[in-house]
């Protein structure tokens, strides 16, 4: 029988009714306590990371995950973590480069509703979870929910009340779960490598969103408190002309000095290309820059803040790790 570590951290299917909202405050083992089939298939033990609304997640609490992880890593077939749905996705990235080249499934789901609820998708996500979990062919993190399976690189909430909740950005889903079955489209990538685990995470990485009127003004006090800055322009790539201006004078100054700057889009689906037009090609060859390409902004954000954790690395060394790609991070 396969052992299971289900690690719960809070959340919406972890959280109870309260005069001011909803409230996480479940424990695991009541948790499981409402799937008690579970029992006759595999032994499943719990342990808690943190009892939070996923809003406030932040760097620390995944590094008390992959902590979790790495000391329970040989005991364990697999692991299933419940998440608040909000800041779901930026987790599942994270822990994509925060534990590599894992033979053993790590999978992140949660609920659009609590498990205490009558009517609650928690109890479905959860079972499927835990039976992707014990599934010979997944490996590497992976988000399970609505019956969808998605690699960790690719997920996105993008719907903030239904049950479909999550969708895969620029990738296929790897497979679905029908009544207790796992139908598989594609499996996650096999290495031979052994599983590495990761601690340093740089939470210095700025995200500007472009506005019709956003200001150059901000950008020195943004480069000045950040060693990564992440633009999502517009479109394929483009950045109006005051912003590019001021980019190229920041960039070549001393305060632009060993700062990484990441070009991606506010848009969804099909990524970025910053050359096919005039208003993005402007930067290049005037400064050094990454492009995110297909990268979703969830894990463009977690990539550089992995690369960043590496101190003293050249513009050279973080380019060649962001464009490695990592778990189906980046195709283009």
């Known amino acids: 029988m396969k052992r299971i570590l289900l690690i719960t951290t809070g959340g919406t299917i972890a959280s109870a009714s309260t005069a001011k909202g909803l409230l996480p405050s479940i424990n695991g083992e009541l948790l499981v306590s409402y799937l008690p089939e579970m029992n006759s298939v595999c032994k499943l033990d719990t342990a808690e990371v943190c009892t939070i609304d996923s809003t406030d997640m932040t760097k620390n609490?995944?590094?008390?995950?992959?902590?979790?992880?790495?000391?329970?890593y040989e005991a364990y077939d697999g692991f299933v973590i419940s998440h608040g749905t909000d800041t779901l996705a930026f987790t599942a990235a994270a822990l994509t480069y925060m534990i590599q080249n894992s033979k053993k499934p790590i999978v992140l789901t949660g609920s659009q509703r609590p498990i205490t609820f009558d009517s609650t998708d928690a109890k479905v996500n959860l079972t499927d979870s835990i039976l992707c979990a014990m599934d010979e062919k997944a490996k590497g993190i992976?988000?399970?929910?609505?019956?969808?399976?998605?690699?960790g690189s690719r997920a996105k909430k993008t719907m903030s009340v239904s049950y479909h909740a999550f969708s895969s950005i620029n990738?296929?889903?790897?497979?679905?779960i029908q009544n207790g079955t796992i139908?598989?489209?594609?499996?996650?990538?096999?290495?031979?490598?052994?599983?590495?685990?990761?601690?340093?995470?740089?939470?210095?990485?700025?995200?500007?969103?472009?506005?019709p009127c956003t200001s150059a003004e901000m950008?020195?006090?943004?480069?000045?408190?950040?060693d990564c800055?992440?633009?999502?322009?517009?479109g394929s790539g483009g950045i109006p002309d005051r912003l590019t201006n001021?980019?190229?004078?920041?960039?070549?100054?001393?305060?632009?000095?060993?700062?990484?700057?990441?070009?991606?889009?506010?848009?969804?689906?099909?990524?970025?290309?910053?050359?096919?037009?005039?208003?993005?090609?402007?930067l290049n060859h005037k400064v050094l820059f990454l492009e995110a390409k297909d990268m979703n902004l969830e894990t463009t954000l977690a990539k550089a803040m992995w690369i960043c954790g590496f101190e003293g690395s050249t513009f050279e060394e973080k380019r060649d790790r962001f464009y490695t790609r990592i778990a189906a991070d980046i195709l283009n």
């Not at 980019?247 to 969804?268: W, Y």
């Open 246 to 282: 001021r980019l190229i004078e920041i960039m070549k100054s001393e305060e632009g000095k060993d700062k990484l700057l990441i070009i991606a889009t506010q848009v969804v689906y099909e990524g970025s290309h910053i050359s096919v037009y005039e208003v993005g090609s402007r």
């Open 183 to 211: 139908l598989w489209y594609i499996e996650p990538e096999s290495t031979q490598k052994q599983v590495q685990f990761y601690e340093s995470m740089n939470d210095k990485v700025f995200l500007l969103k472009l506005t």
């Open 61 to 72: 609490e995944w590094v008390g995950i992959v902590k979790k992880i790495k000391e329970s």
């Open 142 to 151: 992976l988000v399970v929910f609505n019956g969808k399976i998605i690699a």
């Open 229 to 234: 800055v992440i633009i999502e322009s517009f």
């Open 171 to 176: 990738y296929p889903y790897l497979g679905i």
């Open 219 to 226: 950008l020195a006090d943004i480069f000045k408190h950040n």
